[in-house]
């Protein structure tokens, strides 16, 4: 009987074991977790925080006794602390004390965790991160005790930090979100990127973009001061409560002392099978590289990505030969009444490649004007002027138009290799409360095309 320990309860390491006991329920699978979370929906924590998820048992996909009626043994409050590659044990703090696991694989699923900025006072009363659900567990706490109307601040303006201040706009609170940027969601154009500027600001948040945090310091009776930097000059503002949502990194010291080489951001390097060199040793989710299918290799920490190279790492430990297909980092969040997504590359992230980018930015209906309820779409295009193949996609408009679908439709002909011209000549579902018989998404596609001609026409070098 072959025994699997995953390190990791999230993603990557739930779906290695879940894929290992389907295709082998005599598999004895371990799985090691830090805290008392296993297989917990971290992306859906804003919405519990918000109040839109209300009972926090709701964002756990499957619970302990799910995983343990499948043959799963689950070590919660247990830590990670070293392997013995030549042994096979893997040494671990838990309850019990020190212990040592054996295991015939070894999965290392350990994630990512909050980039920390100095000048910030992590630990102290009223300063919070947001990466795992005891950090949200602390929040909700917190803002519980704070009276509607108190000031928040949100610091960076990526997906947690919308989300976060959509929430915190709900539930009554005066919320700053402070963005270094020119725009928030930075992983946009600047272009889009503005028209969910406008659309924070429309419900009421105070937006504060170019804006860098130099400092946070005690401002007295449990308040914060928050002092930022910007072009027109430095500036302070007084919160009672301070989220901080920059970014994560990749958690790779077990690996990296079994041996396991790192790359890109520091993530470790796997093959397309998730091996990490190291005998019996394998890793997946945030703490690995990303293998892209347009970039080659890349880091780039999504869960839907975790999931896969979960099941691929799962398959392959019970001797399969399975190979993750790639990511084209195809991303969508929903920011109050409007939707943002994207997928492939945007212009300057097409540098590393052999390409002539061209980018065209196309505004199309949702569906028919005629039928009541279209909203315009705004829609980015990047495709390689020499070869007309489609490199990537942007998309923002409104909660009602789909957006997410579309997405998935340049996402799909990026995995295909498909040129912009494809994508027109796909055969996609039409009725007038839904689409139109060329889809917004084609319509841009042809936008795109219409552009590329003109600069053929002008003989311009793009």
Known sequence: MTH?????GSDAGIAAALRARELDPSTDVTV???????NFSICGIPYWVSGDVAAEASLAHRTRADLEAVGM?????TWASAVDVDRQLLSVTGPAGEEQIAYDELLIGT???????????FGEPGIHLLHSMTDAEQLVAALDLLPAGSRVAVVGAGYIGLEMTEGLVARGFDTTLIQRGPEVLSTLDPELGSLITAEVRRHGATVLTGATVTGITP?????WRVATTTAAGDAEGTFALVVV??????????????GAQLGRAGAIVVDEQMRTGVPHVWAAGDCVVTHHRLLGTTWLPLGTTAHKQGRVAGENMLGGSRTFAGSVGTQVVKVFDLVAARTGLRHHETAPLDVSPLTRVTVADDHKRYYPGAVPLTISVTG???????LGAQIVGGRSAEISKRIDTFATALHAGFTV???????LSYTPPLGSPWDAVQVAAQGWERAAAAANQAGVGV
């Not at 043994?73 to 409050?77: E, I, L, Q, Y």
């Not at 949502?245 to 079994?258: I, K, N």
């Not at 390689?384 to 489609?390: I, M, Q, V």
């Open 4 to 8: 699997l320990v995953a390190v990791g």
């Open 384 to 390: 390689d002027h020499t070869s007309g193949r489609l």
């Open 245 to 258: 949502c920059v970014g994560v990194r990749p958690v790779t010291d077990l690996a990296a002392a079994a």
């Open 32 to 38: 090691v977790l830090a805290d008392e979370f296993p």
């Open 421 to 427: 011209d494809d994508v027109i000549d796909l055969n």
């Open 73 to 77: 043994t689950v070590r919660s409050s």
């Open 111 to 121: 994630g990512a965790e909050p980039v920390r900025p100095a000048g910030i006072p």
């Open 219 to 223: 401002a007295g009776a449990g308040q």
